[in-house]
Nanobody, 123 residues
Framework: QVQLVESGGGLVQAGDSLRLSCAAS????????MAWFRQAPGKEREFVAG???????KYADSVKGRFTISRDNAKITAYLQLNSLQPDDTAVYYC?????????????????WGQGTQVTVSS
């Protein structure tokens, strides 16, 4: 139902911040639950943060207090603000969507995916 394109990744130092964007197609963006996942080479794709149709948010324990997920339905875009970045945050970050009123925090449970954007944090 939707097409997703991520942007905003880059190479930063520990302690720096980034803001990732996920541009979506379609005028029914508000009907989807959105999420961010990340994946490092040789590791499973892991849930990072999610936001429901009703603006309820959920975060992985490893990023609570540092990352913030949001959405702008008028701009049909979801965001992930990454603060206090650490080397362990290095991964490809993916935007995902599911036609559910609630957050789906498993990779297999999400229906649509962007191409990913690389975040690299040096020590």
């Amino acid at each position: 139902q939707v097409q997703l394109v991520e942007s905003g990744g880059g190479l930063v130092q520990a302690g720096d911040s980034l803001r990732l964007s996920c541009a979506a197609s379609g005028r029914t963006f508000s009907d989807y639950s959105m999420a961010w996942f990340r994946q490092a080479p040789g590791k499973e794709r892991e849930f990072v943060a999610g936001i429901s149709r009703g603006e309820i948010t959920k975060y992985a324990d490893s990023v609570k207090g540092r990352f913030t997920i949001s959405r702008d339905n008028a701009k049909i875009t979801a965001y992930l603000q990454l603060n206090s970045l650490q080397p362990d945050d290095t991964a490809v970050y993916y935007c995902a969507a599911n036609g559910s009123p609630w957050i789906v925090n498993t990779a297999a449970g999400n229906d649509y995916w962007g191409q990913g954007t690389q975040v690299t944090v040096s020590s």
